[in-house]
């Protein structure tokens, strides 16, 4: 079945420093969906990206598709504590399924 | 709107016991998952349904029933609870996930089962 992996699983930064999380799936993806989940809370949708090589910024968020269509990367430029939660990606395939990757915790000290 | 919501928020089953987790959501949405999270394996899908009367499996349905009788509502039926299924159920809703469109999730359900 498709796969999707996700690292680092973990990542400590000193507040300031950057932090980028990277997915990548066995298969060619039709999209690729990416989600921040606080500690005890729900997963909340943070983009979507469709298009091959499509590059998309929300402030200091960038996410990155790549031209296979099989990986993608989410870089946040200079952390803030309350960047802290566990970021998921999802790869959709041609049809109804989203497969999440297993996710990367991000802890941020300041 | 109250967007995705989901009860009960916290359970505790014995082996055996079945029990119904309600999901509902109120946006109008065709489609709508059960997720299960477990540590270091990120959500894995158990059943969708793209639409009232309809639903199909997903990664890990085995031991779990749903029904979509309404678009409203999704609800999940645990047949005869295991501890295997100890978990955090996600309860989700979207108009489609191949469109640019966001998903919703709900608050959770935490299930313990001894």
């Known amino acids: 079945g498709q796969q999707v992996m996700q690292i680092p699983q973990y990542q400590h930064v000193q507040e300031g420093e950057d932090f980028t999380t990277y997915c990548n799936s066995s298969t060619t993806l039709s999209n690729i969906q990416w989600y921040k989940q606080r500690p005890g809370g729900h997963p909340v949708f943070l983009i979507q990206l469709v298009k091959s090589g499509e590059v998309k910024k929300q402030k200091r968020l960038t996410f990155q598709f790549g031209e296979a269509k099989k990986n993608s990367s989410l870089h946040i430029t200079a952390t803030q504590t309350t960047d802290v939660g566990t970021y998921f990606c999802a790869g959709g395939r041609y049809g109804n399924k989203l497969v999440f990757g297993a996710g990367t915790i991000l802890r941020v000290k300041s | 709107n109250a967007g995705v919501t989901q009860t009960p928020k916290f359970q505790v089953l014995k082996t055996g016991q079945s029990m119904t987790l309600q999901c509902a959501q109120d946006?109008?949405?065709?489609?709508m998952s059960w997720y299960r999270q477990d540590p270091g394996m990120g959500l894995r899908l158990i059943h969708y349904?793209?639409?009232?009367?309809?639903?199909d499996q997903g990664e890990v349905p085995n031991g779990y029933n749903v029904s979509r009788s309404t678009t409203e509502d999704f609800p999940l039926r645990l047949l005869s609870a295991a501890p295997s299924q100890t978990s955090v159920y996600f309860c989700a809703s979207t108009i489609t996930p191949t469109r640019a469109e966001t998903q919703y999730f709900g608050p959770g359900t935490r299930l313990l089962v001894l």
């Open positions: 946006m109008n949405h065709e489609y």
């Open positions: 349904s793209v639409g009232a009367g309809i639903t």
